[in-house]
């Protein structure tokens, strides 16, 4: 039985991508490893995708696809998956083997125990180039440890802590059944995979270790400042169909309603900040019209968002308002150590 399958987007990803599966290797017949070539064309990376296929027959599956985007080659590993679990590791990215272990011993006992849960959640490690004391996102402060448990049992997420695509392990069936599709040629659909399946989500497990190493130090990186504004039309697509996947002021039990109002909110704030910092009319007025047609739409989240202070941080009037805004934004992004 495969416990986990594990996804690898690549492209062009052939200087990095070895340490990305060899890092998932250890977790041997339980786990399945797709790589997913998604039309690379200026390296070897479907060359290395097959080598491994060939060398751990059973375990690397190598997928090759015409360039689709990142959202695409997801959808593609999760199409191929066997497994009963499923998690996206970017080939730059690589796990802490030792805990990948811990991982499936806490997911083989669970299944043989009969118990079947919707997520799980481990720790990451932002390793950004150049900085010894590497920030760690734990969920101690927000989750009950070792046990399975719902939303109800939630403690309180701050300002700066909210659940990404590396910190998080769903079950396959579960993402299936919930119809979740990403957009093609889009980059930050992180985002969506993680927050539309959050409603079909009723058990949890929490494991207080740090699987995933989240690298950040490529210039050509797509989290990159610089090239996140040069891509700010993908950035608000992702926002809108964040907003528009589901009716999140009807979302059941409180908990998880109140989750994923904040996790829009900081989305939202993203998206705002980083039209502000570009300081160009287009993206401006991309921001004004995101703002106008969720009042529109949805003017009952406008006013729970708008009002809030996150919501009032990014409208504030004026140049002397919008460089408060930014000022904010980088005092906020340095105590919490996000990218």
Not at 15 to 42: A, F, Q, T
Not at 172 to 194: A, E, S
Not at 242 to 251: N, Q, Y
Request: charged share 25%.
């Amino acid at each position: 039985m495969k416990l986990i399958s594990f996804a690898i987007p690549c492209y062009n990803s052939a200087s990095y991508m070895r340490n990305c599966i060899e890092s998932i290797l250890p977790g041997g017949d339980e786990v399945e490893i797709i790589i997913v070539d998604d039309g690379s064309k200026k390296d070897n990376t479907l060359e290395i995708a097959k080598e491994y296929e060939e060398k751990y027959p059973g375990i690397c599956k190598a997928v090759h696809q015409e360039n689709g985007g990142h959202g695409e080659a997801v959808n593609t590993g999760l199409r191929n998956a066997n497994g009963l679990y499923f998690k996206v590791v970017d080939s730059d990215d690589w796990l802490n083997s030792k805990v990948l272990l811990e991982v499936l011993e806490r997911i083989r006992n669970l299944t043989l125990s009969g118990e079947s849960i919707d997520m799980l959640v481990a720790n990451f490690i932002y390793d950004k180039v150049g900085q010894e004391n590497k920030k760690v996102m734990s969920y101690a402060n927000a989750f009950p440890e070792d046990k399975v448990f719902g939303w109800a049992e939630m403690k309180n997420f701050h300002l700066g802590q909210y659940i990404l695509m590396h910190s998080v392990i769903y079950r396959t069936k579960m993402l299936k059944d919930c119809g979740l599709q990403l957009p093609k040629h889009t980059f930050y659909v992180d985002n969506l995979f993680v927050y539309e399946p959050l409603p079909h989500v009723k058990k949890i497990y929490y494991l207080n270790q740090n699987l995933y190493h989240y690298y950040i130090g490529r210039e050509d990186q797509s989290v990159n400042e610089t090239v996140m504004i040069s891509r700010l039309d993908q950035q608000y697509r992702v926002n809108r169909l964040m907003i528009e996947c589901c009716d999140v002021l009807k979302v059941q039990p409180k908990k998880l309603r109140k989750y994923m109002i904040l996790y829009l909110e900081i989305i939202t704030t993203v998206s705002s900040v980083l039209a502000i910092k570009s300081g160009t009319e287009e993206n401006l007025q991309r921001k004004k019209e995101l703002w106008t047609e969720l009042r529109e739409k949805h003017f009952p989240l406008w006013w729970r968002m708008r009002s809030g202070f996150l919501g009032q941080g990014v409208n504030l009037p004026g140049k002397i308002g919008n460089k408060l805004t930014i000022l904010a934004y980088r005092l906020t992004q340095k105590f919490y150590g996000f990218n």
